[in-house]
């Protein structure tokens, strides 16, 4: 052995010592810890951690009610001196924090700010959300949620994030850890493997912000209870070399699973789901387009559940179009549409406008499919490009193209000259001015949808895109562009995004106490949030209705899940069975019941009056009363 190999070896087996005893020491430290705090009685500590007193309260941010505790309430709870001796309105409130907003500089300061509030008080979270959508939004969500997601694992606090981290390692054991989850059954579950963050790419456990931000919706959009919605990230490693070399990364460091063990995981986690919380709606959201077509297919039969990016994205752009095509006066069996990118969204979205083509066109399946081309990164999906095509691309892959592949955007127009363009592959600015043009050399009034997240990865803007049509585009993007003046007149873009989707749909699941989302369901909510525009929306051209209005259109989306729901018997509310005079869980066809005003009204009434609106209570008795006993006052 030469002296070199012999010094390394022996500097291996040093520090090989010092880490084995340092590890002993450390698990000797934590485990005398854990004991000390088993066996003492008098713990917490007072002035470490009390979980009971009046300041248990403000720590609750289930139960924190900010400034506004009363002077009774001060008195009672004794949280005088604890909290500043203003008495202020939920109102005031929401100004100190959007004054506050206002000064931070960057958006992501401004994401995690909020984070915190949401995780300190919860009521006054949701009420600035609620009340300034339009403004708050996208720092909770897209764009904003793309960037806290790439830093998750740099701008972590413990204590600001309420979910659970599900690792592979931990395969066997997850009864034990969901058994750790501190609140009531959720009704409503988020779960990303963090493989394909909107147009990001594989983030590993950093996806977490996705469950977080979708969830923040649930509530704000559909009012969920805050304390029954469950994030979920499943920790199965990253094939992302960056996050495997960042000191900091939360993640397990490991390359992702192959098939076989991948499926074992997303197996035991949703048998556990099942065991723990047998009514759970679990929403797929940002796995990989194979995985996430594969769990669909697994789960949709066996337990409730969905995936957003398929299902979600097909039913929002689907109720985009259907309005789309009002305004282009084409009709519907003379659309072509040409989808770039292929994943799970062009592929969900393709299926989704191939629905209505044959219901509401008319049209043979085989005609409708030949309605669509798709395009991915080796150009046009053909039988006969000589790649083996995943399945999901074989649903829509060409063979009338006569031996010639078509490989660049600009071929490809030229050979479909289609009606809509749809962008679905994270590729941004990859709508040039040279095929917007196009589209309008083609069309009168030309469908251009660059719906790629976050607006970094959009495939073109608002405002590139009314340029290059002489203002005539009909436009929708997944992130929400700014309105534009052209010629004098303000347009506002249209936002084809899934959160006018995801928030009614597993509303309505949820209360219809539906055992499926069945695809009646969601072509349902298509049909419904197409017909949600109000007059003042028609006449200004919109394919959306504003943010502002999502709590009525998730309501009315609800409304008409819970029917859909019915009509298939895939219903056991009773309230609802009584009012349609419908039997549990059988087929209820009878449309003019179903359609009568009336019961529709009672019905809206009803989804109404289980969204949680937030607030800080206003009974003071019942305030104080209740926070005295969960505080063990
Ligand atoms: N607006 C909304 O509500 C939603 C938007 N999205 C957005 O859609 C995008 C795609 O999501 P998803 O389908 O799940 O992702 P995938 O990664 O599965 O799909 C991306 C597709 O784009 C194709 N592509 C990549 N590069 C090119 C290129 N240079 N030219 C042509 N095609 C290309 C890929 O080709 P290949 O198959 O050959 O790799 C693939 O088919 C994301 O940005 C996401 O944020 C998703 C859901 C909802
Ligand atoms: C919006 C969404 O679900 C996505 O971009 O993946
Ligand atoms: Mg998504």
């Known amino acids: 052995m030469s002296w070199k190999t012999w010094f390394g070896t022996w500097g291996v087996k040093q520090a090989k010592e010092r880490a084995a005893a340092e590890k002993a020491s450390r698990s000797t430290s934590q485990a005398t810890i854990i004991e000390e705090i088993k066996n003492d009685d008098t713990h917490p500590a007072p002035g470490t951690t009390p979980d009971t007193g009046g300041v248990a309260i403000i720590h609750s941010h289930h139960l924190n009610q900010g400034t506004s505790f009363s002077a009774r309430a001060r008195d009672e709870l004794h949280l005088k001196g604890l909290v500043p001796p203003a008495q202020e309105s939920i109102q005031r409130q929401e100004d100190r924090v959007r004054a506050y907003l206002n000064t931070l500089s960057s958006p992501l300061e401004k994401h995690v700010y909020l984070g915190r509030l949401r995780a300190e008080d919860t009521a006054l979270f949701y009420r600035v959300v609620v009340d300034h959508l339009t403004e708050i939004t996208p720092l909770i969500y897209t764009p904003v949620v793309g960037e ?154 066996q337990y409730l559940t969905f995936n957003d990016d398929i299902q979600g ?176 007149k303000t347009v506002e873009p249209g936002q084809g995004n899934n959160m006018y989707i995801f928030p009614g749909l597993g509303l309505g699941a949820i209360l219809a106490k539906a055992e499926h989302v069945s695809d009646d369901m969601v072509y349902q909510t298509a049909a419904t949030l197409a017909e949600a525009l109000d007059e003042e929306e028609r006449s200004h051209e919109l394919l959306y209705p504003h943010l502002t209005r999502i709590r009525e259109v998730s309501a009315l989306v609800a409304k008409d899940v819970v029917k859909a729901a019915l009509r298939e018997g895939n219903c056991d509310q009773e309230d609802v069975l009584k009012l349609f005079g419908a039997v549990s869980r059988q087929p209820f066809h009878d449309d003019a019941v179903l359609s009568d005003p009336e019961r529709n009204e009672a019905l809206l009434a009803f989804v109404k009056k289980r969204m949680w609106d937030p607030h800080y209570a206003e009974d003071e008795e019942v305030l104080v009363g209740e926070l005295k006993h969960k505080a063990s006052l």
């Not at 147009?199 to 912000?209: A, K, T």
């Not at 006066?329 to 062009?346: D, I, K, Q, W, Y």
């Not at 990859?430 to 990865?457: D, Q, W, Y």
Request: charged share 25%; glycine share 10%; net charge negative.
């Open 148 to 301: 806290a997601c790439q830093k998750f694992s740099l701008i972590y606090t413990p204590g600001t994030v309420e979910g659970l981290f599900l690792s592979i390692a931990d395969k066997d054991n997850l009864d034990e850890i969901l058994s750790n989850w501190p609140y009531h059954a959720p009704d409503i579950c988020v779960m990303t493997d963090g493989s394909r963050i909107l147009g990001l790419g594989d983030l590993g456990l950093n996806g977490m912000g996705i469950p977080i931000g979708k969830l923040s919706l649930y509530v704000a959009a559909a009012g969920f209870d805050p304390s029954k919605t469950l994030p979920v990230t499943l920790d199965m490693g990253t094939d992302t070399e960056k996050y495997l070399n960042d000191p900091l990364y939360l993640g397990t460091r490991r390359k992702r699973p192959a098939d076989e063990e991948f499926y074992a995981f997303v197996d035991a986690v949703m048998a556990a789901f099942k065991r723990k919380w047998p009514k759970l709606l679990v929403q797929f959201e940002d796995f990989s387009s194979e995985h996430a077509f594969g769990c669909l297919e697994r789960y949709r039969n």
């Open 313 to 488: 994205t097909g039913a929002v752009i689907l109720a985009g179009f259907i309005n789309a095509i009002n305004l282009s006066r084409t009709p519907l069996p003379n659309h072509r549409v040409l989808f770039f990118g292929a994943g799970s969204a062009g592929v969900g979205v393709a299926s989704q406008l191939k629905e209505h083509f044959i219901r509401a066109g008319g049209m043979s399946e085989d005609a409708a499919r030949d309605a669509f081309w798709l395009v991915d990164s080796k150009g046009l999906v053909t039988f006969d490009r000589g790649d083996k095509l995943p399945q999901h691309k074989t649903l829509f892959a060409r063979r009338d193209n006569e031996g010639k592949q078509y490989k660049s955007l600009k071929e490809v127009l030229e050979y479909v000259r289609p009606t809509a363009l749809i962008g679905l592959s994270s590729q941004g600015g990859a709508f040039g001015e040279e095929a917007v043009r196009a589209m309008k050399e083609f069309n009168e009034r030309p469908i251009v949808f660059p719906l790629s997240n976050p607006a970094t990865n959009a495939e073109c803007t608002f405002e590139q895109a009314m340029n290059w049509t002489d203002g005539k585009v009909i436009f929708a993007s997944g992130t929400a562009f700014p309105a534009y003046e052209y010629e004098g």
